[in-house]
């Protein structure tokens, strides 16, 4: 399957290798490619964007618009504040009315660790991006874990715990909860409902900061138990 990714990031790079191990045909969508190829390493990683190319050398790198048009399925790995900007590079037309898996949250780093919202309660990012996208079939999922989890459910538990997704169309939501067990290995996702539903996940990522100084390591996850009826 030919799968797009809009993000350079740990998220963009880890979701990319895992996918391109099962043999799918990848691209990695960035603003400007010749300057991502450019850059060093930073803080939060020790290899650089091109020592990465050069280890996952079947992934290819376009602009954001390329990979747009060449995903049969897309998924927004950018940062919250990159989502709607690397979006509108990639353009509507480009995009259509494909299915957008949006792993992005809207993390504000300007005033340090931990982050705050920049968009809650009454609204989330992922609503933002259906709104000024209404062709485009946006299911928020993934982001309530950390990148090696998204792409290796097994690393937590063996994978017994739970991904949850919402979002406004019935069949791109079925057809993420297949391609999340296929590509990845989830077993549990949960569809909290429409897209508003993304008001609670990201609202999530709050606790999930903390619970990652509680225990740690980002490598963790949540079950959802269930009781009898």
């Keep these: ?36 190829l450019a850059r060093p390493a930073h803080a939060r990683s020790n290899t650089s964007y091109k020592q990465w190319q050069d280890a996952n050398p079947s992934v290819r790198l376009g602009t954001f618009a390329e990979a747009a048009r060449f995903g049969e399925a897309l998924i927004n790995a950018t940062s919250g504040s990159g989502a709607l900007p690397a979006l509108e590079n990639a353009g509507a037309e480009a995009m259509g009315d494909k299915i957008l898996l949006d792993a992005s949250n809207p993390l504000d ?3 340090g660790f931990p982050p705050f919202l920049s968009v809650s309660n ?9 709104r000024t996208y209404p062709r485009l079939r946006v299911v ?15 690393l937590v ?6 991904l ?14 297949r391609w999340l067990g296929e590509w990845f290995g989830w077993r549990d996702v949960l569809d909290l ?18 619970m990652w100084g509680a225990v740690g390591s980002p490598v963790f ?9």
């Design 1 to 36: 399957m030919r799968i797009a990714i809009l993000g350079t990031g740990v998220v963009g790079q880890t979701l990319a290798a895992a996918l391109a191990a099962k043999k799918h045909d990848v691209m990695i969508g960035t603003r400007d490619p010749a300057a991502t």
């Design 109 to 111: 780093f300007s005033r």
């Design 122 to 130: 009454t609204d989330s990012l992922g609503e933002q991006i259906q």
């Design 140 to 154: 928020k999922t993934l982001n309530t874990v950390t990148a090696a989890v998204m792409a290796d459910p097994a």
């Design 157 to 162: 538990g063996g994978g017994d715990h739970t």
């Design 164 to 177: 949850f997704m919402a979002g406004n169309d019935a069949e791109a939501k079925a057809s993420a909860k």
């Design 193 to 210: 409902g429409d897209i508003t539903a993304a008001r609670g996940t990201e609202g999530y990522l709050p606790i999930w900061l903390r």
């Design 221 to 229: 996850n949540v079950k959802v138990v269930r009781g009898e009826q």
